[in-house]
């Protein structure tokens, strides 16, 4: 059964950087669309990057483009978050999701649609602070 894993969370100051990743076990990423979502304290879920399965296709949130960038490395069976220009907004539990034979959309918001078997990890936090 496939498992996922985040690290790579912590506090770091306004304009900092940190790489996020989500490690998978139990079963190999390959045919898995892969989204970052994030939960702020008080906010609902949101998605903010996404990376289809051959990783020719990312879509980001209109909040981190031009920041963040979603990358995957199958032979490592991990996914990658990598945060530049950290804001103070951007703070919040980041969860990677795998959805097998999925698309990512990005209308009305960044969600994975169509395909099965969703897994998600238990989440990294990251503190933006000075």
């Known amino acids: 059964q496939l498992q996922l894993v985040e690290s790579g969370g912590g506090l770091v100051q306004p304009g900092g950087s940190l790489r996020l990743s989500c490690a998978a076990s139990?079963?190999?990423?390959?045919?898995?669309?892969i989204g970052w979502f994030r939960q702020a304290p008080g906010k609902e879920r949101e998605g903010v990057a996404c990376?289809?399965?051959?990783?020719?296709?990312?879509n980001y949130v209109d909040s981190v483009k031009g920041r963040f960038t979603v990358s995957r490395d199958d032979a490592e069976n991990t996914v990658y978050l990598q945060m530049n220009s950290l804001k103070l907004e951007d703070t919040a539990v980041y969860y990677c999701?795998?959805?097998?034979?999925?698309?990512?959309?990005?209308?009305?918001?960044?969600?994975?649609?169509?395909?099965?078997?969703?897994?998600w990890g238990q989440g990294a936090l990251v503190t933006v602070s000075s």
């Open positions: 999701s795998a959805r097998y034979a999925s698309v990512c959309l990005t209308a009305p918001v960044l969600h994975l649609a169509q395909g099965y078997l969703e897994v």
């Open positions: 139990g079963g190999t990423l390959t045919y898995y669309t």
């Open positions: 990376i289809n399965s051959n990783g020719a296709v990312t």
